[in-house]
């Protein structure tokens, strides 16, 4: 579905991916992971063409997108909750769902059923809410745009346990209706039990990939650990 081939990009002068090789599956959950400053968020960025990938290729559904506009690239097919959710503020939490949603399985309805807290709040502005239901508006957000790949960028950072433990609920629940995602989180006993493959980012290279139970402690300590 996504086939994300030796790209790098840059800010300015200065490189920050220097060759991430990634895929997605139908029906996959893949976790990109590695350290902070690794590139992940970068990489995201690179797919939806915001910061756009100077070399190599990004195939969605066999479209090269990588020097598409960022809006032919959601228009495509992707969808995306940004770090920092990015809600917005001074519209309602049911105008935020519907001003960018498309026609498919995600309505009003099936948003409020993953999400409970949205419905009771539905008439009230978005900066009204708090974070983690800034979130949750970010999510349900995403998928009012019907999107066959949905890119979670950093989900659960800074939320309350209870709020995360919603917001990774909903996640597996996306998991079992066969939902495509890309995944960024730092919560490793959340992402390694879903994933059915991992991706490990360093220093802008994607350094390993592979599936969760051959994610050893070597590899671990190595990649991932502080
Ligand atoms: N706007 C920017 N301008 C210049 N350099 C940037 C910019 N954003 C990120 N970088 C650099 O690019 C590299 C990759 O950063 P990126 O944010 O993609 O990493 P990350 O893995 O998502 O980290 P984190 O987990 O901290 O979000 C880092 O060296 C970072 O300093």
Do not use: H
Request: proline share 4%; charged share 25%; aromatic share 6%.
């Amino acid at each position: 579905m996504l086939k994300v081939a030796d790209i790098e990009t840059f800010y300015g002068p200065s490189q920050a991916l220097f060759g991430v090789n990634l895929e997605v599956n139908a029906g996959e959950m893949v976790a990109l992971m590695g350290r902070n400053g690794m590139g992940k968020t970068t990489t995201i960025r690179s797919i939806f063409g915001l910061t756009q990938a100077t070399r190599g290729t990004i195939e969605f559904e066999s479209q090269e997108i990588r020097r598409l506009p960022a809006y032919r690239i959601a228009k495509a097919g992707l969808g995306l909750v940004p770090e920092g959710r990015r809600c917005f503020p001074n519209l309602s939490v049911r105008e935020n769902l519907l001003v960018t949603a498309r026609p498919g399985e995600w309505t009003l309805e099936k948003v409020a059923t993953l999400f409970p807290r949205l419905e009771e709040r539905r008439a009230q502005m978005a900066k009204t809410l708090s974070g983690g239901e800034q979130q949750m508006l970010a999510i349900g957000r995403a998928l009012m745009t019907n999107p066959r790949l949905l890119v979670l960028d950093e989900a659960t950072e800074g939320l309350a346990p209870v709020i995360r433990q919603e917001i990774w609920r909903a996640i597996r629940l996306l998991k079992e209706q066969g939902q495509a995602t890309l995944l960024v989180d730092k919560s490793l006993s959340e992402i390694l039990p879903i994933a059915d493959r991992c991706t490990i980012l360093e220093k802008g290279s994607t350094v390993w990939d592979g599936k969760p139970a051959a994610l050893d402690s070597a590899v671990r300590d190595r990649y991932l650990g502080v």
